[in-house]
Every structure is written in structure tokens, then in C-alpha cells.
């Protein structure tokens, strides 16, 4: 039942075809309202219900998403242009991380008992971390069912009721699958989509939920938070990338480069920890361009089975991406593969850029295309730094022959996930946290960190016995302050020695 009080509605449309895909209401500021208010109905009674009821619903969901993953991709691959297979690998990864959210909730946010300390050795200590209440999703296009999965499933594991609003590109993804979550939990509307445009979220935004969850653009999380602040309600922002690839003397070429241009071209390159930016070291340049290049002419954008990549799923994207390439190309970048000719509305065939500046858009801006930097460095330190050398810090990869110094290069790495000889492997990793620094974001979404995000701990202390001195009383005496203040000095006046 559409709750849109405005009669107006948005076409999504496949963006190789042009074909409408779907029609759906632009919710308005009353509609969203409306569904926020059932939305408190249903997360009251679902915050009540013990943990076992919600594992049971949650993994039933999950079955209800797996039975329907083939209808599920194929809506995927209708909005957004991506193969089937990529559409299928997504819901796939999205249904491994509501399993793991439904099962692990308990363990993580359960109450448990932690050791009240010396001062307060009278008391049992509890720690639990409840519901928030009502969680805003807003979802972007790019992998419309894994990414807004990372905030839904997890606050639904947590004890909350969800409100989703898709990205106005994929907005059937959202309405099939909170259809499927009906299904399996019809007691109570627990995820409910408002589809719209930017409106519709910024609506979202200034409702009053007790959290957003957002995933998209840094200029739009800015406008997001800036519409959570009226309420001061508390934002996650999941925003951009611009990662960085290194590869060092003793990588494995052929697997770097195989990975570099999954990394790079998939989703024709719309991704947001794809690579962005190729940095390596000088003894194997030129052996790894050459392996880079001969794969990445080997790729193709399209719409049928063959098609390595689909279109770009945002028309306005393809003038980013054009822009790019001219300013490289303009200030001394050689074009290896491709060049600006390879913008061809609505795909863009792979483009691998060399010598192209630091300073220039290709290097600093999100281009969220088929398109890559390959820069030349003296060593691995100096990817490194140059690596790091950017506002973005969402994640990266390394490929070296060497554990030690590869994990040496991932923990000073200047982003919240790094994978080490293959390319992106932190995101299929239910148990690990997913989220960015700088203008990437804050906040984590997926595993233990991920769960919290959407729970407000509790501590709740109940003494056991009265202790002969009550400190926190007016009977409180001198000698009472004395004992404890040599207690302390004892306890703690030492200076500790290696
Ligand atoms: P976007 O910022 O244009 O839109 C994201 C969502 O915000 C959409 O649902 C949109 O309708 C909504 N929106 C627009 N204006 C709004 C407003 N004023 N108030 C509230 N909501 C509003 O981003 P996009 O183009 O859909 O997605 C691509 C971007 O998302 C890229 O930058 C990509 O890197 C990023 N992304 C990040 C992650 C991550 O996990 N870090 C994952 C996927 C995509």
C-alpha cells in the first residue's frame, strides 16, 4: 500500500535500454512521517521479543531472500545495467552478512557482567546494548542490495525497525526486498521502503528517527548530517573512494594484475572501494603495465552474457568520468588503453592512464569509471606516502611477495579496510568492520562494530551488600576520605619502570 500523499511518481529505468523497469511513489514529508510512526509500532514490538524470536524471523528472511535470489539479481542486473553473475555474487554476499548479523547478535550485544573495580566491589555490573528504536537507511545505486544490507540487516539483528529509502536509481531492489522480509516476518511492517528522489531522504533525515544509516556521495552525507543535526540524531556515513593499489618488487604480476583490473573495471569501475589508483615500484613497471593493459583491452561493456561490465547506471556520471580523462590527457598523461573516445553513452570501454599528475581530477576525484592511474615509484615506501596523499581513506590493496612487510604497508595504510594479494576480500568478510576515515566517512557498518552501531549500550549497576563506608553519602566522614585516599596512592602512585 503506498502511503505517498503527493499522486506523483518516478520511473527507475534499465540504463542500457532506456526500457521503464518499474514505476514507484515519491514519498513526501507527510508520507515519510507516517511511515516512521509505523514504523516506532512495529519496532516497540520487535525490541520486546527475545533474541531467539528475532534470530528465527531474521534467518527466515534470509531463506526468503536465498528461494528468491534469481528474481532478486535480476532486478539488479535491470537497474542497474551489471551482469547477471555480479548481480547474483551480490545477493549472495548480502545474504552471508544477514546470516552472520542474525546469528552473532546475542553474543555481541546480550547483557554480560564486567568487574566493577575496587571502588565499587559492592556492586553487580551489567552491560547490555538495546535497540535504538526506528534506523533510516538511504541506500545508494551502485550495489543496491549488498551496501544498504550492511546498515539493514545489521539494525535489524540489533532490535530495530528499519525505514529505507533506495537510491531513486534501484528503487524496486528496495521494495522486493522488504516484500520479501513481509513474508517472512508478517506480524509487524519491521523494514518498510519510501521511495523518492533526494527529497524523499531528506525528509527521512529531518523525521526523527534515532539513526541514519547512509551510504553515498561525501557532498550529499554533508547535506544528510547537516539535516540530522536539526534532531540530533546520530548519522553513519558510508561515502566515497579514491583507493590505491600497490604493487611491489616481489608481487605476483599476474595475479596483481588480474586483480588490479577486476578492481578497477567491475561494475564499470562503480564501485566504491574499486581501484582508483595503481602505484608501482619501478623494477616491475613496466612488466605489470604490459600485464595490465593486454587484460584490461581484453575487456567489454554491455548488456548480454558477454559483456565483461554493464553501462554506466547514472547518465550524469559519464561527464565525471569524461572530464577526467580530458584533464589527465590535457596535462601530460599518455592514454595506454582507451582515451576520451571510449565514453560512449551509456558505456565507457576500459581506460588505463599513465604520467598523469598528482594533482590533476583523475587522481584526487572519485571517478567512479572503467578508468585507472598507473604511476611509477621508487619503492614500496614511496606508494605508500603517495597512497596516502589524498582526503579519501576508504580502503585499498597490496600486492608483495612478503607477509610481514605487506601488513607493515596495510596498517599505516590511510583507510579503514586493506586487503593484501587480492582485491577487495575485506567486504565478503561478515565478522570484519567496513567504513572509512577523512571524507570517506565514519562509522562502521558489517560484524561486531557494525551491530553496535546500531545499539545504545546500557550499564546498569545493583548493589549487592552496603560496604561499612559509603563515600557517596552525606554521613560520609574524614577519616572515611583518608583510608581511601591512602588506598588509592597505594593502588596507583607507583611509577611503573620497563
Ligand atoms: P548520492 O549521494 O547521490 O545518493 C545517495 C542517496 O542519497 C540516494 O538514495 C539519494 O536519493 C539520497 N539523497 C540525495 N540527496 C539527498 C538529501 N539532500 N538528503 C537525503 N538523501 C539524499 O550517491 P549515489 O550516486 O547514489 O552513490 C554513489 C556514491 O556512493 C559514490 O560516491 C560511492 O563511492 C558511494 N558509495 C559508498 C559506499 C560505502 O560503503 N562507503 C558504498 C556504495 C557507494
Known sequence: MSVATERTTFASLNPATG?????????DEAAVAETVARARRAARWWGDLDWKERRLRLLNFKGALTRNLDRMAQLIHDETGKP???????????????????????????????????????????????????????????????????????????????????????PGVGVLLAELLAEAVPEQPLLQVVTGLGPTGAALARSGVDKIAFTGS??????VMAACAENLTPIVAECGGKDAFIVDADADLEAAADA??????????????????????????????????EKAKGLRPGFGDEAHYGPVTMPGQLDVIERHIKDALERGGRAVVGGTESVRKPYVEPVVLTDVPDDSSA??????????????????????????????????????GSASRAMDLARRMRSGMTSINAVIAFASVPALPFGGVGESGFGRIHGADGLREFARPKAITRQRFALPTNLTSFSRTDKDMARILKLVTMLHGKNYKR
Not at 552478512?97 to 547483557?111: C, E, I, M
Not at 573495471?265 to 593493459?293: A, H, P, W
Request: with cysteine; aromatic share 10%; proline share 6%.
Open 84 to 170: 547477471l553473475p555480479d548481480a547474483q555474487l551480490e545477493v549472495v554476499l548480502s545474504i552471508t552478512h544477514l546470516d552472520w548479523a542474525a546469528r552473532n547478535a546475542r553474543k555481541v550485544l546480550g547483557p554480560r557482567t564486567v568487574f566493577p573495580g575496587m571502588t565499587a566491589v559492592n556492586h553487580k555490573c551489567t552491560l547490555e546494548y538495546q535497540p535504538l528504536g526506528v534506523v533510516g537507511v538511504i541506500g545508494p545505486w551502485n550495489y543496491p542490495i549488498f551496501t544498504p544490507m550492511g546498515s539493514i540487516g545489521y539494525a535489524l539483528a540489533a532490535g530495530n525497525a528499519v525505514v529505507f529509502k533506495p537510491s531513486e536509481f534501484t
Open 363 to 400: 587522481v584526487c576525484e572519485e571517478t567512479f569509471g572503467p578508468t585507472i592511474t598507473v604511476h611509477r615509484v621508487k619503492d614500496a615506501e614511496e606508494a605508500l606516502e603517495r597512497a596516502n596523499q589524498t582526503s579519501y581513506g576508504l580502503a585499498g590493496t597490496i600486492f608483495s
Open 218 to 223: 561525501g557532498p550529499t552525507a554533508k547535506k
Open 260 to 293: 588490479a583490473v577486476w578492481g578497477a573495471m567491475s561494475n564499470s569501475g562503480q564501485t566504491c572501494v574499486g581501484v582508483e589508483r595503481i602505484y608501482v615500484v619501478d623494477g616491475v613497471y613496466e612488466e605489470f603495465l604490459g600485464k595490465l593493459t
Open 19 to 27: 526500457e521503464v523497469v518499474g514505476e514507484h511513489p515519491i514519498y
